[in-house]
């Protein structure tokens, strides 16, 4: 495999760089598949319907794909306001480009197609994927495509026609379209292909819930507030004719399925709304982020290591507009690691498209993707080269420090209000929930109980004659024999899978869901015995406890209950002579 990127200016200079990579293709040994990667900075579709003439009539056989894109990439160099044109030779594999017009077939229909000829190729290793419109929704084309093989790799990212945000143009040999995606499926025996990316932003700020949407693309509000006001209130970022510019480099940073995603802002709509470059679902927690222009530098060598060991011929590389937009000046530090590895080209996109180690296909942001391919095992070259020192440039080395304050009191932020959160709802004294907290908690389990039936327990204790304990032994005392009965409580609750906590005093409120009415008392009397045996006072002396045990039945309510269970611990202590469990099963 040999990879031959040019930097295009007009007719006559692609004439020569045809004729150069035709001279190179007849020292091979063989050539099988020609790929033509094209991208450039306008629409111009006589231009380019000349361009495809001229590469045809040296390579008829040649499969041609591109985009239009804001900025472009060769041999680890930005490129803005120009051509990048790559041929990619095989001597043992194959490629074959098609296209989907999404005015034509929907977009599952669209990944039903390239599922069928992914299947039929058994040799398949990859597939590049670009798309253009942003309007269109790409996700029913993945989620059938991500059926295919798991060892296929996908690729790949989502254009713009070159004026930062507006409807992109993507286009074939034989197709231009601005309603679908272009798609390259690489095969062969031989084909090795791997994948590696970089991320290097990080989470700001506390956790907002995604509670209404639009569609998957459009958040209307967060935590019930219109989404707009996060970028106003925390940004001072308004809705006008900037917030792309400004808002392009603060995503929103979550998880799903355990991978780390982020999304960033693509515009803001008069209600509030704002459009995000790839999908959210109501229910996911979010947070805002930021760029460590340090770790994305730190990064970048990270990634020319593992991309070194693989001995590429050839690279791809796909990147995120906002990585350009953070780091200006020193995108080309970055960029620069693959002028060690391969000949490369590529494109800057508003959306990267990856495959998860489950299979999944994704679109993700604010990510470098580098896509390494060779025949065979691959040979060392002489553009490899040690990996040297990236350094910023004094303005991003000031910024790199300030990252640095944000990080760290984002982290005593994060600090604080969990510890804070701790006190909120664990009892400072035993180290079981509280009464408020336990309260919540029962209500939560009586509702799922209301939905599923399944058997829900609860009992309640408190300690015989404590106030007497506390007259005789003194409160220390008294809060040590509390602490003593709440590990009791912890450990057959935890066996129990039960939730725990202090209602007040000396009075504790556990409940036990998918525990029996009698499970329920053998847990109560653990309890009852552990304390007996306990020998915090006197030998005279011992400390009893009294409990009652009930079960949720149809209709009930959490007062319903706790009304129940007081009933049943009053009996014990009343009627049975403490230092006993009662259950009470009727009303």
């Not at 929907?106 to 069928?116: F, K």
Request: contains cysteine; charged residues 25%; glycine residues 8%.
């Amino acid at each position: 495999m040999k990879q031959f990127p040019f930097l295009v200016h007009g007719r006559k200079e692609l004439l020569a760089d045809v004729e150069q990579v035709r001279q190179e293709a007849k020292k091979m040994k063989a050539l099988s598949g020609v790929l033509v990667s094209i991208f450039m900075n306008r629409a111009d579709p006589a231009m380019l319907q000349d361009m495809k003439q001229m590469i045809c009539a040296a390579f008829p056989e040649a499969q041609i794909i591109g985009a239009v894109s804001t900025v472009e990439i060769i041999d680890g160099c930005l490129i803005e306001n120009d051509i990048v044109v790559n041929f990619t030779l095989m001597e043992c594999s194959s490629v074959r480009v098609m296209s989907f017009d999404f005015r034509m077939e929907d977009s599952e229909a669209a990944g039903r197609s390239l599922l069928a000829v992914l299947d039929a190729d058994r040799h398949a290793a990859a597939v590049e994927v670009i798309s253009a419109g942003f309007h269109l929704n790409i996700n029913p084309f993945f989620r059938q495509a991500s059926r295919a093989r798991r060892e296929i790799l996908f690729f790949g990212g989502l254009a713009d026609d070159g004026s930062l945000g507006q409807n992109g143009m993507v286009f074939t040999q034989d197709a231009l379209l601005r309603h679908g995606i272009a798609v390259a499926i690489f095969s062969g025996k031989k084909l090795h292909v791997q994948t590696s990316s970089s991320f290097g932003w990080k989470p700001l700020g506390r956790f907002m819930t995604v509670t209404k949407m639009d569609g998957e693309f459009c958040v209307q509000e967060l935590d019930g507030k219109p989404a707009m006001d996060v970028f106003e209130r925390y940004l001072d970022i308004g809705n006008d004719d900037r917030f792309l510019t400004e808002a392009l480099t603060f995503p929103f940073y979550f998880e799903r399925n355990g991978v780390v995603l982020a999304r960033h802002p693509r515009r803001c709509l008069k209600d509030g709304s704002v459009m995000f470059g790839a999908d959210f679902r109501v229910g996911e927690r979010v947070r805002l982020a930021y760029g460590d222009p340090g770790e994305i530098i730190d990064n970048a060598l990270v990634l020319q290591n593992k991309m070194a060991s693989f001995r590429p011929e050839a690279v791809f590389v796909v990147s995120c507009v906002a990585r350009w937009m953070l780091l200006g000046s020193d995108t080309e530090q970055e960029l620069s690691i693959t002028r060690r590895l391969a000949p490369s080209a590529g494109f800057y996109a508003y959306g990267e498209f990856m495959r998860t180690a489950d299979g999944q296909i994704m679109v993700s942001n604010m990510t470098l993707v580098l896509i390494g391919m060779r025949e065979g095992l691959g040979k060392d070259s002489v553009r490899r080269a040690p990996s040297q020192p990236l350094h910023l440039r004094p303005h991003r080395s000031i910024m790199a420090h300030l990252v640095h304050f944000i990080e760290r009191t984002t982290q005593e932020l994060e600090e604080s209000n969990a510890a804070l959160y701790r006190l909120a709802r664990i009892d400072y004294l035993t180290g079981l929930l509280n009464r408020g907290e336990t309260e919540n908690r029962l209500r939560q389990l009586m509702a799922e109980f209301q939905l599923c039936r399944q058997p829900v327990a609860v009992f309640m204790l408190d300690v015989d004659d404590f106030k007497l304990v506390n007259d005789r032994f003194g409160h220390a005392m008294g809060d040590c024999i509390l602490q003593l009965l709440a590990g009791i409580i912890r450990e057959v609750s935890d066996k129990a899978h039960a939730v725990a906590g202090r209602w007040g005093g000396d009075e504790f409120l556990a409940v036990c869901p998918d525990l029996s009415l009698e499970e329920a008392r053998g847990a109560a009397e653990q309890i009852r015995k552990h304390v007996a045996d306990m020998d915090p006072l006197s030998e005279k002396d011992r400390v009893t406890v009294s409990i009652g045990v009930v079960a949720a039945r149809t209709g009930d309510t959490a007062e319903t209950v706790f009304a129940r269970v007081d009933r049943a611990l009053y009996e014990a202590k009343q009627l049975r002579g403490k230092n006993t469990v009662v259950i009470r099963e009727e009303p």
